[in-house]
């Protein structure tokens, strides 16, 4: 018997071990055939590191049916379901596992990397993360994964997660289209290799991250807005799995991609156009090196932790697990508040910076305080 207390299976046909997220995982299936498919899934995730698994996956014959059911640990997650349920459902538990006990800051997020540099695509379910970087994918680049990215200690690095990207019907279709005309990928069943799509970086492998997309779907020509570092860091840190367990590492890592990476919110309708534009984008952001420069040291008292973007600044408060994001005004404002200044002679302050008369200030600086009072970001 294993550690779950499946038998041993140094019989079975199909056995692949494999690495997401830092966690080992255990594939099992008495099917040949399926083992097969499972195989081309996860070849760039198969790995022999070695350690208990976090999760064993097993894949049997529901009785003398041609349906399937699917076991995690010994416990039955899924029931007489077909062969493309059976793979969609171990696809969807090794993620799940992985993101629960990694112990790194995880990004809701795909990424596909451009030699030494990688681009971010950073977004809720449905935004069109899956099918971009399947597209990029096709378009030759790297794939690092669709939806769930570790960001490196060694910041501002992404590592791959090359699990087989889920995809819907349309998603199917169109890429089929893009691909021209590719018969393997219209008939993946939702989970496609990527192997499919073309090449895949190893599993764990780390790439700087030199672009930051944030895509969003709409009827139209492709768009780009740029975000600033700041809107870039609270969009990282808005898409993770784990950000407040990881609270102050957290927030250094998704500072230090947002000081170096360039961001944008893409909108987007016609594939063939957005990877033109992406690429575009990418070839630009992996010349780019300098890093936005900012000298001071990250602050802390009990509860608060922040680290300064530019000239804002992103302040996590341990205390209700929120993130804020100030500009670079209330920066000031809050650092002078912070110090013990009052309204006018913070209004003294920033009036020998400006040039403004103090008493112009002050409904702005009060309202600010306010703000920051109603948000415990003041002791």
């Not at 695509?121 to 570790?150: C, E, F, H, N």
């Not at 898409?239 to 927030?251: D, K």
């Not at 990250?298 to 408060?317: F, K, M, S």
Request: net charge negative; aromatic share 6%.
């Amino acid at each position: 018997m294993n550690a779950f207390g499946f038998p041993d299976r140094t019989g079975t046909p199909f056995v692949l071990r494999g690495l997401s997220l830092g966690m080992r995982f255990e594939l099992q299936c008495d099917e040949p055939v399926l083992g097969t498919r499972i195989e081309e899934l996860y070849a760039a995730c198969r790995s022999d590191r070695l350690g208990s698994p976090g999760v064993v996956i097993r894949i049997e014959r529901a009785g003398t049916t041609d349906a399937y059911d699917v076991y995690a640990n010994r416990n039955r997650e899924a029931g007489a379901v077909t062969p493309d349920e059976a793979i969609a459902w171990c696809a969807w538990l090794v993620n799940s596992h992985a993101v629960k006990h990694s112990s790194d800051l995880v990004l809701h997020a795909a990424a596909a990397a451009h030699g030494t540099r990688a681009v971010v695509i950073a977004g809720p379910s449905g935004a069109g993360k899956s099918t971009l970087v399947a597209a990029l994918t096709i378009a030759g680049l790297d794939y690092m994964g669709d939806d769930s990215v570790a960001v490196s200690a060694t910041c501002p690095r992404v590592k791959s997660n090359p699990k087989p990207p889920a995809l819907d019907d349309d998603a199917l279709h169109v890429l089929g289209v893009f691909a021209g005309n590719h018969d393997k990928i219209r008939r993946a069943g939702g989970v496609v290799g990527p192997a499919d799509l073309g090449r895949a970086l190893a599993v764990d492998d780390a790439r700087d991250v030199a672009l930051v997309l944030r895509p969003h779907y709409r009827p139209g020509p492709t768009s780009l807005t740029p975000l600033d570092p700041a809107e870039a860091a609270h969009l990282l840190a808005d898409q993770s799995f784990n950000f407040a367990t990881n609270g102050e590492a957290a927030l250094g890592r998704v500072a230090a991609i947002a000081r170096r990476a360039r961001a944008f919110h893409l909108e987007f309708d016609d594939l063939g156009e957005t990877v033109e534009t992406v690429l575009a984008l990418v070839g630009e952001a992996a010349g780019d090196t300098d890093a936005i420069a900012d000298d001071r040291p990250p602050a802390r008292t009990e509860d608060l932790w922040v680290e300064g973007v530019g000239d804002a600044a992103l302040i996590w408060n341990a205390r209700t697990t929120e993130l804020n994001v100030l500009t670079s005004t209330a920066t000031t404002i809050w650092r002078l508040a912070s110090a013990g200044l009052d309204v006018e002679s913070i209004a003294q302050s920033l009036a020998r910076d400006t040039g403004c008369d103090p008493a112009e200030l002050v409904p702005e600086i009060t309202a600010c305080v306010a703000d920051l009072e109603r948000g415990n970001l003041l002791r």
